[in-house]
């Protein structure tokens, strides 16, 4: 028997096929196909490059092997096998076999969106990579409309028509537009992800559409195509994707969310759905923005019923008021933050700019150290409960 080693692999459930560890690894170990992201054990040096940069954690996986997982092997999979049973300590240790350098860097990685996320127990069974790249769907844009009154900050709200097509999707999932042409290789463009902001019955209840937030980006090709669609323009659509940052289907589940830009899509989803359903177990929402004129659904946040959403909308831009940050009114409102962290019927949601996230850490911790306890520690439990979920940007 050959000798046990390690191999490095995606997990294809959690993955969302953004690509960007294909587009970060420097020696061109990854690559995919139409269904499946892969890692090729011939070239993989562990450099471990691509492990932060994915927004999942789907990068971080591993298997102790004595005959490496061939591609072809890995493009059929919908799912990770199991550890093989090779017996010896190697197999019982896996990713412990890894040396110091690599442990510290998956250390860094864990911190925020890199851990392993797991969906909420009673979370609906999403649908995941129903169109592919080589297979996408085409949608009609039915709806775009600007939401913000800041002429730096032109961001859309874009509705999806896929008429007969099926496009099943839950809240907290994204799809991938395709842009048309070639990117300045003179490949045709990867799909680029966003989140749905519509829940699961549609933008309009019971329609097959969807809706997306989108702010346009200056230098983003893809960003600006979508944000400059007409009326009946076709746009192709690949996806759902996400398998973890799902609302949970218990009624008295608290969804804390906290948000900045457009990654209010998911927020509003969950909110939608609640209103819809009548399932309240109460929500709170801390939604960062330069300006009034600058935050997403700004005036549709105004009409959601106080006992429904607790709202803390706060500004860094705004000369109306004192500069703060989402981080800020979470410890101003710490007591109340405090007794959430304490429930465990508290389910956790963050999306926006990756650079949120440092903020909102810091607060938790301060915040858990007010309960005697170690952040870490409670992140990881919450996490392992599927009740800690990060998007980040």
Known sequence: MSAPIKQHLIDPEICIRCYTCENTCPIGAIEHDDMNVVVNADVCNFCMDCIPVCPTGSIDEWRVVTTPYTLEEQYSWTEMPPQEDIGGSEAETGLEALDDA??????????????????????????????????????KVTGNFRLTDDPEHDVRHIILDFGAQSMPVLEGQSIGIIAPGLDDKGHPHLPRLYSVSSPRDGERPNFNNLSLTVK??????????????????????????????????????????????????????????????????????????????????????????????????????????????????????????????????????????????????????????????SWPDLRDALREEGRYHVETY
């Open 216 to 373: 346009r980006d200056p230098v983003g090709v893809c960003s600006s195509y979508l944000c400059d669609l007409e009326p009946g323009a076709e746009v192709k659509v690949t996806g759902p994707f996400g398998a973890t940052f799902l609302m949970p289907g218990d009624a008295s589940a608290h969804l804390l969310m906290i948000c900045t830009g457009t990654g209010s899509a998911p927020m509003r989803a969950f909110t939608m759905r609640r209103q819809r359903t009548g399932k309240a177990g109460g929500m709170t929402m801390f939604f960062g923005a330069r300006t009034p004129e600058s935050l997403p659904y700004f005036g549709p946040l105004k009409k959601v019923p106080a006992d429904l959403l607790d709202q803390h909308l706060v500004y860094s831009r705004s000369p109306a008021t004192q500069k703060e940050y989402v981080q800020d009114r979470i410890l101003a409102e710490r007591e109340k933050v405090r007794a959430l962290l304490d429930d465990p019927d508290t389910y956790i949601y963050i999306c926006g700019l990756r650079g949120m996230e440092a903020g909102v850490d810091a607060a938790f911790a301060e915040i858990a150290g007010d309960m005697g306890q």
């Open 102 to 139: 690599m442990v510290a860097l998956l250390a860094e990685a864990h911190k925020g969106a890199g851990g392993k996320a797991r969906a909420p127990a009673t979370a609906a069974k999403p649908t995941v990579n129903l169109h592919t790249l080589g297979r996408p769907v085409t949608a």
